[in-house]
């Protein structure tokens, strides 16, 4: 069982950057591979990023990769969600995710994920 908890969100300036966090409980986090997703009202939740338990993997989702960086502290239970020059159309609810890895390949789809944080909220103003 894992329990994960985003914060760092809020209103931000386009062009400006933030840091999500997210914290998890549970010792066996570092056996998880981590993701982030994103989701506006009316349209489906969108994959961001995801790390491999170790940190050595990392996968973006290609309009994501130049601006997102996905990171993770095992020692802490932690993973982040760096994001740089913010673009209004960022503004979304993000959210952390967790899953064991089966096989070798990423997991970037939300039903392959069975854990999940409450969400917290970006807002990027033009």
């Known amino acids: 069982q894992v329990q994960l908890v985003e914060s760092g969100g809020g209103l931000v300036q386009a062009g400006g950057s933030l840091r999500l966090s997210c914290a998890a409980s549970g010792r066996t986090f570092s056996l998880y591979t981590m993701g982030w997703f994103r989701q506006v009202p009316g349209k489906e939740r969108e994959f961001v990023a995801a790390?491999?338990?170790?940190?050595?993997?990392?996968n973006y989702a290609d309009s994501m990769k130049g601006r997102f960086t996905i990171s993770r502290d095992n020692a802490k239970s932690m993973v982040y969600l760096q994001v740089n020059s913010l673009k209004p159309e960022d503004t979304a609810v993000y959210y952390c995710?967790?899953?064991?890895?089966?096989?070798?390949?990423?997991?970037?789809?939300?039903?392959?994920?069975?854990?999940w944080g409450q969400g917290i909220q970006v807002t990027v103003s033009s």
């Open positions: 790390i491999s338990w170790s940190g050595g993997s990392t």
């Open positions: 995710a967790a899953v064991r890895p089966v096989g070798g390949r990423t997991a970037t789809r939300p039903y392959e994920y069975d854990y």
